[in-house]
């Protein structure tokens, strides 16, 4: 069946460094979304990509859709402590919305 | 922006009784919902979509005699673990969609069986 595969699963910085998270679909999708869950919270909605090789910026966060429309990453530039939490991208399955989450990458800052 | 609530936030109850979840979008209407589940350092797996007016798709493996969803308005679905036991303990988050396919998560239910 349809897979989301993500990674790494984890991923140590140091404040101030670079970090990226990669997404790859067995499908290719229609749109692809990204979630941040920070530690004890909820999945909260970051962006969705539509277009082949769409690239979209937020502050420091960086979003890529492949061209393929099979693949994604998230790009953040000098990481701050805020930006700790798990890195969820996910992909449409089916018609009703359903969405299929990758596993997550974590992401811990060192001040 | 998109609001979602979930109540209640934690819930302990004894083995054999059942937990109601209730999951509302405050400032939209949302045709379908999702409910979800998440254990420990684990992704979101779903359970099963939720439709206003209309019975949920489960997803394969989920008992839908365990897990009794329903959406009766467009605010509101309720997620029912029934006899619930301690294997049923876990992360169990519900979301909307607000059109487009984006879905805003609710805080999630914490429940513990004992």
């Known amino acids: 069946g349809q897979q989301v595969m993500q990674i790494p699963q984890y991923q140590h910085v140091q404040e101030g460094e670079d970090f990226t998270t990669y997404c790859n679909s067995s499908?290719?999708?229609?749109?692809i979304q990204w979630y941040k869950q920070r530690p004890g919270g909820h999945p909260v909605f970051l962006i969705q990509l539509v277009k082949s090789g769409e690239v979209k910026k937020q502050k420091r966060l960086t979003f890529q859709f492949g061209e393929a429309k099979k693949n994604s990453s998230l790009h953040i530039t000098a990481t701050q402590t805020t930006d700790v939490g798990t890195y969820f991208c996910a992909g449409p399955r089916g018609s009703q919305g359903n969405l299929i989450f990758g596993k997550g990458t974590k992401l811990s800052v060192k001040p | 922006g998109a609001v979602v609530s979930q109540h209640p936030s934690r819930v302990i109850c004894k083995s054999g009784t059942s937990v109601k979840i209730e999951c509302r979008s405050l400032?939209?209407?949302?045709?379908?919902m999702f409910w979800y589940r998440q254990f420990p350092k684990q992704s979101l797996m779903l359970m099963a979509t939720s439709n206003e007016g209309s019975k949920a798709t489960y997803e394969q493996g989920v008992e839908k005699d365990k897990f009794l969803i329903n959406h009766a308005s467009l605010t509101l679905s309720t997620l029912t673990v029934t006899s619930a036991h301690p294997e049923d303990s876990s992360f169990y988050i519900c979301s909307a969609d607000r059109g487009a396919h984006e879905q805003y998560f609710g805080p999630g239910t914490r429940l513990t069986v004992t």
């Open positions: 499908t290719t999708l229609s749109n």
């Open positions: 400032d939209f209407q949302a045709t379908t």
